[in-house]
């Protein structure tokens, strides 16, 4: 059969298809659906066509057998679906937004001691801190030997916790974060 001889065939008996599926499914969306899927299975069967003496129930067997098959997914489907252990309870959202709004805080306060550190230190301590690398892969990903790095790192360190303490000694007095923050660090 020929594109343009099955066109036809569905122009002329669309519509049958289309009722008839919203009167067995009484759902116009999925009926729609069904017509396409019946549409499918009639092109993939379109050479059974010949001998047939009515186009229009051989589609409608089809559209038949399509929802039958659909229905049978769909019951396959909601039993596996019930046989699935229940959902976890779902947790508070403001439990959520308030971890949220601590974890930006203590990032921001982070980044701010972070970027009052020199450069080069603060490269090696966030790869090897915040990255887990290793004092060789460092040493490699900055073009430096280990020895720089163990000496950068330590440094940091030191360095690091003297801004913190002193960072949360302003924090502390002025009972917020200090308004001397960044744009970028207020967006965190």
């Known amino acids: 059969m020929d594109q343009q001889l099955f066109a036809e065939i569905y122009d002329a008996h669309a519509g049958a298809v289309y009722a008839h599926t919203v009167r067995m499914t009484s759902d116009r969306v999925g009926a729609e659906d069904i017509v396409s899927l019946t549409f499918l299975e009639a092109w993939r069967l379109r050479?059974?066509?010949?001998?047939?003496v009515s186009h229009r129930a051989w589609l409608l067997g089809i559209a038949t057998n399509v929802l039958r098959n659909?229905?049978?997914a769909a019951r396959r489907h909601?039993?596996?679906?019930?046989?699935?252990?229940?959902p976890e309870a779902i947790p508070d959202v403001a439990d959520t937004v308030v971890s949220r709004i601590t974890d930006s805080a203590q990032a921001a306060a982070t980044l701010a001691v972070l970027e009052r550190l020199r450069r080069k230190d603060r490269e090696v301590l966030l790869l090897c801190v915040w990255s887990g690398l290793s004092h060789d892969e460092v040493?490699?990903?900055?073009?430096v030997p280990v020895g720089t790095v163990r000496s950068r790192l330590s440094r940091a360190r030191a360095r690091l916790r003297k801004l913190a303490a002193d960072h949360l000694a302003e924090v502390s007095a002025a009972g917020r974060l200090p308004a001397s923050r960044t744009a970028r660090e207020g967006n965190l």
């Open 47 to 52: 050479d059974t066509l010949e001998g047939v």
């Open 70 to 72: 659909t229905r049978r």
């Open 78 to 86: 909601q039993e596996a679906v019930a046989r699935l252990p229940p």
């Open 139 to 143: 040493a490699e990903a900055c073009d």
